[in-house]
């Protein structure tokens, strides 16, 4: 059976409890860049798969999804790289592209079909990224004024970090117009960090666990790389978008 809620897991109870016992203080192993993120066992849900998928065959709906990204891969210098699940097998491309005003990451599917792209817009009100498709999200759907390469871009998604929030947390609105995205106050998405300083995060679509975004500490395997955990019947390339316009906006923050 499907569930949409999670389940109550120690990890959760902990966090109540540091809450509760803290007066919303949190304790030093809270508080690092070693604090952990609960199991995918205990934190991901099975969800029903996307009416509308951007790389059809990448979403699974029997399985969660492994991918290995390597840290600042985002390469909005220009270079690309190949995406890998855990053993080893190539799972799509990423391509960066130096513009005159902005720089952009394009996601294409191992036969080189674009998939999606990911920009700032200049004068977004907040820190702010978008992810665009190159196909309509849904039925009806009108390109924005976007394009790449010639090509009419269409709205999927806005990511955006809470700017005065303890710890780091992300959040993503899915379009509902042309060029309209869900209620901010609402997010669709949302991305905690386990800890103040913690560079990994947890993502819950409502109150179900979606995706683990990981970056170990000391791990030889994955060094300078982040491991992205995707649920069952979640578009990974979205969270692979989400890993993207993370790594840019933490960029960003810390250029001043």
Known sequence: ????????????????????????????DEMGCAASLPSAEEFLQEFKPPDSEYCDGLTSSTQNIDLVVQQKLFSWSGGDFKVKDTSGKDYCVVQ?????????????????????????????????????????????????????????????????NTVLAVRQKYNIQMAIGDD??????????EATAPGLLAPRLQVAKGDAGCALI?????????ANSYRVTVAKGIDPILMLALTICKDKLEEKKNDG
């Open 180 to 189: 309209e995205y869900s209620d901010t106050n609402s997010p669709d998405y």
């Open 96 to 160: 960066g592209k130096v513009m005159s005003m902005r720089d952009r990451i394009v996601i294409l599917d191992t036969s080189g079909n674009e998939i999606a792209c990911c920009l700032e817009k200049v004068f977004s009100m907040s820190p702010a990224m978008f992810v665009y498709g190159f196909k309509p999200y849904f039925a009806g759907q009108n390109p924005t004024k976007e394009t790449q390469n010639g090509k009419p871009l269409y709205a999927w998604a806005k990511v955006w």
């Open 1 to 28: 059976m499907l569930q949409n809620r999670l389940h109550t897991s120690s990890f959760h109870s902990r966090q109540k409890s540091i809450a509760a016992n803290s007066g919303g203080l949190l304790f030093p």
């Open 214 to 222: 990981e970056r170990p500490t000391i791990d030889w395997e994955f």
